[in-house]
């Protein structure tokens, strides 16, 4: 009989060891690893973890789990299809460390929170230990090594819940592959990443993790992003979306972690922008703007941007009829909700911009706050932006070139600081070959009157400093002509009657507005500085338009506003004619003008033909004008006939002496003196006398002026009446008055 001794087999043993091997590995590491995995997570986190199942082959050292997920109470914030890892014993027997040659995570999906506060989510998921002795650092962590790591078709869901509405991106087909890993760090692993980005964007980079240093060396593009993409973020703070529009970026990026370093530099393309408010009506864009190089330095905090070229900007800017704009409605109002917490300026960075190239920009401009609204554009507007830096008082010059309503020229030239604009800018616009019948809306509005004709010559020339403005508008309007009188008016001026006096005799208006202000003062309106400077140069001319005219030829304002003449007298005195050829420049430069004499006459030329009447009367009675003490009793009998001896006798003893020699006798010169001027006052004039001299005197002015070549119908004469003495001057001064022809 034949024992059986299988069993003291070698072969047997080793199949037996064979069999309970893989049947430890099919059996008893799945449900181990499982149960450890979800040990380690509960415990170093609060979230909850789910694993559908767990695989190992013990033969080719494979772990395969299937649908890792960890969960709030909310929500799954991370799920993976599958984790595949390879692990390699003979190399970590050889290497003494753990090594796995393949880890794949297939189709993970992330979600990622901003919370109200500020606060992402993922650093809320992980319990720190409570002790410093937890905390401390095991320094007998093994060494792990990683021939190869791949993340394929991944997803990342980012929500951004900071402040309303809620905000959110999507990054899928994640694709991430290292190779080379090692732990502790060292040695260097190359790095590929390919993700979409929203709705088309894609990412991709490519380069080398240093690990000794830290440090990633990479070349990166982004291809195709949709700036709509963007919108949940734009409707943070602005009223309004992108329409369209897509950027390319491409460059490098070198990031060290010790310490903490990123150099960017690269370039961007942006193609066909358009931005809409709520409504869908077009704000803004471009076709196309590239930046041919970007670079940027932190923790430096430097920057440099530029060239840039810009093709085909256009914006929109509409004023409706409550004076509110529709870039200033696109500010989302403040509220309590949404409300960012103040934030101090970081003014730390410094670095520059430019320079700028503009091609084909256009500028669509509408305003409903006036009557049948206003609408006009530039158009074409080319030109260039130089460099300027953020620090110091560096400027960039500014050359722009365009085309206002299909036919007038306009050019910007100067300097501005672009970071800070009203701390230093020097700026001239001008604006050519304007057509006004096109600003009849806001002649309407603000003088009463639409515009029948004309063109205008606009220079703008504004200076700030620190803030402080001063600026100089030139305006010059050819063949400017008044057309249907609207009403309504905010300047009330007689508007034809300014037109006359600003219009000369190439029928062309010259007028300077200087503005000043303080952008530094919030209550300061440019717009309302503007409005409020030519309504005060209007409404002066329009109270003193003689003011106005004597500065055209160097005289005072008296010398136009009167003509002076002699009491009771009519010729023209030589300082009269002066006067009447200065008016007489003054009318012929400003053609539209027509000049009003009024016929008057005053206390004075009363007097003189009082005067002249009891000298007469003097000498008829065989008295001395010339020497009144010598016509005493003249005097006394005239004065008697007009009062009464009582009253001369008052009279006479008001003049008696009471010291010296002739004391108690009475002083004759005095005495005769007064006596004259009460006969002079009492003395009455014809009526009709006052009359015909004051016609005299206005048809003398009337035709010195025609002898001068004034046409007649530019000179009319008024009702008479009596003047106002003055009894400082016994000059006789005739008003003359302007008008529009």
């Known amino acids: 009989m034949i024992r059986s001794t299988w069993w003291k087999s070698k072969l047997f043993w080793v199949l037996l060891a064979a069999a309970l091997y893989l049947l430890a590995g099919t059996l008893v590491v799945p449900p181990l690893v499982k149960n450890q995995l979800k040990s380690m997570i509960t415990t170093q986190s609060p979230l909850d973890p789910g694993i559908e199942s767990v695989k190992f082959n013990p033969i080719t050292f494979t772990l395969r789990l299937r649908n890792l997920t960890l969960e709030t109470s ?166 309004g979306q992108w ?87 696109l500010l989302v109002p403040k509220t309590q909700e949404n409300a960012s917490p103040p934030q101090q300026r970081d003014i730390s960075w410094s670095g520059s911009v430019g320079p700028i190239r503009v091609t084909s920009a256009d500028l669509n401009f509408s305003d409903e706050n006036v009557p049948g609204s206003f609408q006009t554009n530039i158009k074409d507007l080319d030109g260039s932006i130089g460099k300027t830096s953020m620090t110091g008082d560096d400027t960039a010059d500014v050359s722009l070139n365009g085309t206002l309503g299909g036919q007038s020229k306009v050019s910007l030239d100067g300097s501005i600081s672009l970071f800070s604009f009203f ?30 004709r004309g063109k205008m010559l606009l220079t703008l020339k504004y200076r700030i400093e620190d803030g402080r403005l001063s600026g100089d508008n030139q305006v010059v309007l050819e063949d400017f002509t008044l057309g249907e009188y609207v009403g309504n008016e905010m300047i009330a001026i007689p508007m034809k009657l300014v037109v006359s006096l600003l219009k000369d005799s190439d029928g062309v208006i010259r007028m300077s507005v200087p503005v000043s202000g303080n952008f530094n003062d919030p209550s300061f309106d440019f717009s309302n500085a503007i409005y409020k400077a030519v309504r005060s140069i209007l409404t002066s001319i329009m109270k003193s338009p003689f003011s106005y005219l004597a500065k055209l030829v160097g005289s005072e304002p008296d010398e136009l506003r009167f003509v002076e003449f002699e009491p009771a007298g009519s010729r023209l005195s030589q300082r009269a004619v002066n006067g009447l050829d200065k008016l007489v420049k003054v009318m012929k430069q400003r053609p539209l003008i027509k000049i009003g004499v009024r016929p008057g006459w005053s206390e004075s030329d009363r007097r003189k033909f009082a005067s002249r009447s009891l000298d007469s009367y003097l000498n008829r009675q065989g008295g001395n004008q010339n020497n009144l003490s010598q016509s005493v009793f003249e005097l006394e009998t005239r004065y008697s006939e007009l009062t009464s001896p009582k009253v001369v006798s008052g009279i006479q003893e008001e003049h008696k002496l009471e010291e010296g020699p002739r004391k108690g006798t009475t002083d004759e010169e005095a005495y005769a003196q007064e006596l ?11 009526p009709d006398k006052l009359q015909e001299l004051a016609q005299k005197r206005a048809s003398n002015i009337r035709e010195y002026l025609r002898e001068q070549e004034i046409q007649p119908e530019r000179i009319f004469i008024l009702d008479p009446n009596e003047l106002n003495p003055d009894l400082s001057d016994p000059a006789v001064k005739i008003p003359l008055t302007v008008k529009a022809r």
């Open 74 to 239: 909310e929500k799954t914030v991370l799920d993976a299809k599958k984790i595949t890892v390879n692990f390699d014993p003979l190399v970590s027997i050889y290497r003494w460390d753990w090594s796995f040659g393949n880890i794949e995570i297939d189709s993970p999906q992330v979600s990622v929170t901003r919370n109200k506060s500020g606060l992402i989510n993922w650093t809320q998921y992980r319990s720190l230990p409570d002790t410093p002795t937890e905390r401390a650092v095991n320094t007998d962590t093994p060494n792990y090594t990683v021939d190869r790591f791949r993340l394929k078709n991944g997803r990342v869901d980012w929500s951004d819940r900071l402040r309303p509405p809620e905000a959110g991106l999507m990054l899928s087909e994640i694709d991430l592959g290292l190779e080379n890993l090692h732990w502790p760090a060292s040695g260097n692993s190359p790095l590929k990443l390919r993700s979409k980005i929203g709705d088309g964007g894609v990412f991709r980079i490519n380069g080398t993790l240093y690990a000794d240093t830290r440090t990633l060396d990479s070349n990166f593009r982004l291809d195709n992003f949709v700036l709509r993409d963007l919108n949940d973020y734009v409707r943070k703070r602005i009223q």
């Open 243 to 329: 329409k369209s529009g897509r950027l390319d970026v491409r460059g490098s990026l070198r990031a060290s972690a010790a310490p903490l370093t990123v150099n960017l530099s690269g370039k961007s393309k942006m193609t066909n922008l358009k931005f809409v408010d709520l409504n869908g009506d077009t704000v803004g864009g471009w076709s196309k703007t590239t930046i041919d190089n970007i670079d940027i330095k932190w923790p430096r905090k430097e920057f440099r941007v530029g060239p840039i070229d810009i093709q085909s900007p256009h914006l929109a800017l509409e004023i409706n009829e409550n004076y509110r704009t529709n870039l200033g409605n």
């Open 423 to 452: 701390s230093r800018s020097n700026i001239t616009m001008e604006i050519v070959n304007v057509g006004l019948p096109t600003l009849s809306p806001y002649s309407g509005k603000f003088l009463g009157y639409k515009i029948d």
């Open 676 to 686: 004259y001027e009460k006969i002079v006052e009492k003395t009455r004039v014809n």
